[in-house]
């Protein structure tokens, strides 16, 4: 049994980001983990989160219920303080991810891949698909812990076809609709969404399990980003979740129609 650890920055990353994969992997009799680097401070906060509560733990219990819908076997978090957005005062604080001693922050990942003896780990792309500062750390922090590892997992890179979502994006457009978005506008850190379609190396087909991802979105609920995601129209949500993407330190250039973690 392949034993795959999906490592994110913030609770409800996985259920946009990974989600299909995820189900799938745990469907086709994997074993999936989910290592968290913070517990999303800076989300929205409900109006039912009660005088006093937590939204940290409000958001813990949102995780463990998506790790419910995908069959994901094990819910871990670093421990770290949501860093915010780039620029952000909150960047520099001592307890933020963003400032965490990578050999430090990657040692706690590490000691989970060894605990689960990983076959593979999944982190972001070099600048964490749109460069926040928290998922740019998941990339430096998954390709040390990686080496840090007793046994190397293979390492794989979450990530979003800007080519693919350039093509909907227009396709959108032909029909009189204004999406909003440009595929090729600066991020949070300046540089496009995601990756061009020939550095990345797997394209894994979610439709399947597509009802199941919407319900891990829907696990997090409390987030006002996931509420706009879920208001999309279920064809329309299928078109543009229903594909995940990775890319492979190494590997040569293709793309694969495949999941990589069985």
Partial sequence: MTTTVFFHA????EASGTAGSMALTSRAGGRVVVVYATHGEHGTVPDDLGEGGSLAEHRRREADASAAITGTARV?????????????EENGHESAFHSADLDE?????????????ADVLVGYDWHGGYGHPDHVKVHHVAH?????????????EATINRD???????????????????????????????????EIHHAV?????????????????????????L???PEVFA????????????RAEGMARDLPFV
Avoid: C
């Avoid at 087909?205 to 995601?229: C, F, N, P, W, Y």
């Fill in 231 to 233: 208001a999309m129209p």
């Fill in 10 to 13: 913030h609770p409800d990353d």
């Fill in 76 to 88: 871990e978090w670093l421990g770290y303080a949501d860093s915010g957005m780039t620029g952000w």
């Fill in 164 to 198: 693919r979502l350039r093509e909907q994006l227009a396709a959108a457009r032909s029909l009189g609709i204004d999406p909003g978005f440009d595929a090729d506008a600066p991020m949070d850190d300046g540089n496009p969404i995601g990756l061009p379609q020939h």
């Fill in 144 to 156: 040390r812990a990686a080496a840090l590892a007793a046994r190397r997992p293979r390492l794989l």
């Fill in 205 to 229: 087909d979610v439709t399947e399990v597509i009802d199941l991802k919407r319900a891990a979105l829907a696990a997090h609920g409390s987030q006002s980003d996931v509420q706009e995601m």
């Fill in 105 to 117: 922050a990657a040692g706690r990942l590490a000691a989970v891949l060894d605990e689960e003896d």
């Fill in 239 to 250: 078109e543009a979740f229903g594909v995940e993407h990775y890319a492979e330190p190494g």
